[in-house]
């Protein structure tokens, strides 16, 4: 089992900057594809950004990319998700996920592992 904690939500205002940090409780961490997701009120949990398990492929979605970059480090056991350019259209509560099947999957059902989520509210 991985549990997952994420960190560094809050509000900050258009145009700003956030970090986010996915802790990982175990070791194997290495081994998962990771990803985050997000979910603003009244919508469904969509798709913003993955990584593969040694960070060589990425995957973004077209919303995020350009302004959002995802990493991890192995050695720490965290992924970061900085988000730069930030709109009051990300507003969410932001996921972490973690995959054991070593595909960068960008579907909320295939990943098994979730953290509780992180709030970032962007005000206009």
């Known amino acids: 089992q991985v549990q997952l904690v994420e960190s560094g939500g809050g509000l900050v205002q258009a145009g700003g900057s956030l970090r986010l940090s996915c802790g990982a409780s175990?070791?194997?961490?290495?081994?998962?594809?990771m990803g985050w997701f997000r979910q603003a009120p009244g919508k469904e949990r969509e798709f913003v950004a993955a990584i593969s398990w040694g960070g060589g492929s990425t995957n973004y979605a077209d919303s995020v990319k350009g302004r959002f970059t995802i990493s991890r480090d192995n050695v720490k056991n965290t992924m970061y998700l900085q988000m730069n350019s930030l709109k009051p259209e990300d507003t969410a509560v932001y996921y972490c996920?973690?995959?054991?099947?070593?595909?960068?999957?960008?579907?909320?059902?295939?990943?098994?592992?979730w953290g509780q989520g992180t709030q970032i509210t962007v005000s206009s």
């Open positions: 175990r070791q194997s961490f290495s081994t998962y594809t």
């Open positions: 996920a973690a995959d054991s099947t070593g595909m960068v999957h960008t579907t909320a059902r295939a990943y098994f592992y």
